[in-house]
């Protein structure tokens, strides 16, 4: 695969899970990263400090609320008045609740729309013009196969990836005559900290060793009885970010270990 020097790739909620690891990947690439996330300053330059080191390539962290469309469009006008237009949009940043409809916060459910919706409606309807205007842009989504299927007591997170999937369609299709792709990556159960957690928590509760527990648990959701690394997403979105998937357009590409295959 061809490496990414020369491309700047905006990536939100790239501080942890998924979208660090994305981050990791496109910046081994070569790419220009400009991450974002819930950090203060220092960490946050930290962090920068560190990918820079690690890959040999220019790292800026962009703060924004996306919950609100002023700071997005703030965000996005920083980034090409410092970079030119963007080569590379991952949309990653999402929130998770959990809670029966009748009971639901009517603010949390606010704020899922606006973080998982609608942040990258306004994230592509502001980097789509540079993107065409150079001939080549790469846009990922990260959904989930919420976004394909439902489950009870997720109302906001299920409606929300189901309608950045139907998002990404719907641009692709609009792109589908120039060199600038979109597509989602929607994945199964990830293991990240928090489920680490769960594992340790069922480790302890039942006197199991961690390769026991974390069998035991992940078997319950994920055919394989394996977990998707967040390395494992941000090799596939690499992919997609790619030369090599240029007529890649409007795919929502599952990585659940056979969740969805059932």
Known sequence: MEGMQGKVALITGSTSGIGLAVAHALGEAGATLVINGLLGAAEANALCKQLAGQYQTEVFFQPCDLRNPDEIERMMAAIESRHGALDILVNNAGMQHVSPITEFPVQKWNDMVAVNLSASFHTMRLAIPGMVGKGWGRIVNIASISGLRARANKPAYV?????????TKSVALELAAT??????????WVLTPLVQKQIDALAEREGLDNETATTKLVSLKQPSGKFVTTQEVAALCRYLCSGDAREIRGAAWVIDGGTTAQ
């Open 159 to 167: 409606a929300t990836k189901h309608g950045l999937v139907g998002l």
């Open 179 to 188: 060199g600038v792709t979109c597509n989602a990556i929607c994945p199964g």
